[in-house]
């Protein structure tokens, strides 16, 4: 077990049923925020509540800190866990939910209204909106609420399932600089979605899920990189596509060349980037052509991901 | 926050106010609430009829008192209320989804129980004491007897026998919840089933039984029902001395809890999406 670790998970199995929800997933997260991504039914879910002490592995061990999260009531004194599912208990207002909530941490019923208003002041709910029932908020209100009562005991590390889901634009902006706001402050983060951008926009460190089983993890530059049977594609524009695709056709780097009319831009593969990039910076200066703009179309999420869905480890 | 774990006893408080709470404004209160007015319109319109001589049924009101008791509070209204509120302990939480927000507190999951199953009983008390105690004042006023009406020590041990019950009852169905995805199905089965049928029949089989121990603490032999199993008890059964069926009802409630709590620290409830 890694001293620094965060999170941790050693051979863990989970199965519902005949349904396997996590297949001997090993994972050492350290401190920061790290997204969760995978498509429905990949197991982030199922990670996240084994994490959170919520679910038993069938096999396996998993740690938050160093501690066992199974049966281990002292351990949420510095976690928070924002579940998936959108359920509140019926009858309660958004204050009077988290009062109670701040009870079973501890606090007096004097101080915990207090709590309750920090958390929902905190993650941007209007005080007009506090005394009111949680069945008239609206989806955004609600998620909020969630991510509040994940937040009410201020804890070091938070377990966000799916947090941004059915938020509006704006909503969705706010949550996240409040999210980047907790990891400046100090705060360790697990955050999941199925949407690539969402992610993309918070954090470079990404565990990729398919199948139940972790598909690759870390910085989606490395990831990418493990990726070597998919062809790196890379996009330029420069005046004269044609002479540099003629000077580029020979390489034997390059997998496949293709002219795009508009706007003007040659698109190439390369199964070894680290080779041709510089063939290439050689090919252009060569020519002396200006470049007005290289991007690879693959260095996103959105690329691997793609990748790891069509062909799961 | 307090930095440390906080002691478990305010904590436990805090899980019985909050779980108080969300009970005394479900639809299952008001149902429940409207059921045990029952017995109490029914002692009114004894009362009436009385008055007004219009029916002469039942010699006082301590005979209708019984009556209610052992037909209506003891086989209806404590069964479908401990059902009810004992089924509900966990499986609401899981069938809300709302369990969630419980098991992330630095709180024991038997503690979790223990504050739940303590507020379902004292629901069941309040309704089951104040709808009683009302009862017993209006038999108690119509009453034609004196002795009846100064006689509160019945209602005391009436109150006492109920309330053991209860607890008991509470504690079993408490269990079924935390034990099966569907404890209402076994719940009613077991209530109405076992309990009120199996209950009558002599010798061990009826002694197996909460209701039988149940009916041993409740005084009231002028009201001992009818019918063929009412019949084969009172000729083959044998009495368990109060003390004993006491000691059984508040076993049997001590070992249910503690069997429940120690299979909800130890289970996991997924909650569906």
Known sequence: MSSAAVFQLEGVFKSYGQVLGLNDVSLSLGPGIHGLLGPNGAGKSTLMKILAGQLKADRGRAWLRGRPVWNCPAGYLELGFCPEQDAFPPGLSGRGFLSALAELHGLRRGAAPDAAGRALERVGLEPAVWARPIASYSKGMRQRLKLAQALLHEPAVLILDEPLGGLDPVGRQRLLELMTELVAGGRTLLVSSHILHEIESMTSSVVLMVNGRVAAEGNVHEIRALIDRHPHRIALRCPE????????????????????????????????????????????????????RLSSPDDNLEAVYRYLIDEPS | MPAAAPRIHPRIGAMLRYSLRLQLGSARTVVLGLLHLVPLLLAALWWLSRRFELLEVFSDGRELFGILVMTLYRPTLLLLATVFYGCAVVREEVENKTLTYLLVRPIPKWAIYLGRTLAALVVVLLLLSLSLTLCYAVCALASASGTFQRNLGLLARDLGALSLGALAYTAVFALLSAAFKHPMLIGLALAFGWENLVGHLPWLIGKLTLSHHLRALLSHPEAGGSGLPALLARLLGTPTPPAQAAAVLASVALAALALGAWLFQHREYPIEQ
Do not use: I, K, M
Not at chain 1, 272 to 279: A, L, S
């Open chain 1, 241 to 292: 596509p044609r002479r540099l695709a003629a000077a580029l056709v020979e390489n034997p780097d390059v997998v496949s060349l293709e002219l795009a009319s508009d706007p003007p831009e040659l698109h190439l593969t390369t199964r070894r980037p680290d080779q041709f990039y510089p063939r290439l910076t050689e090919a252009v200066l060569a020519l002396g052509l200006e470049v007005e």
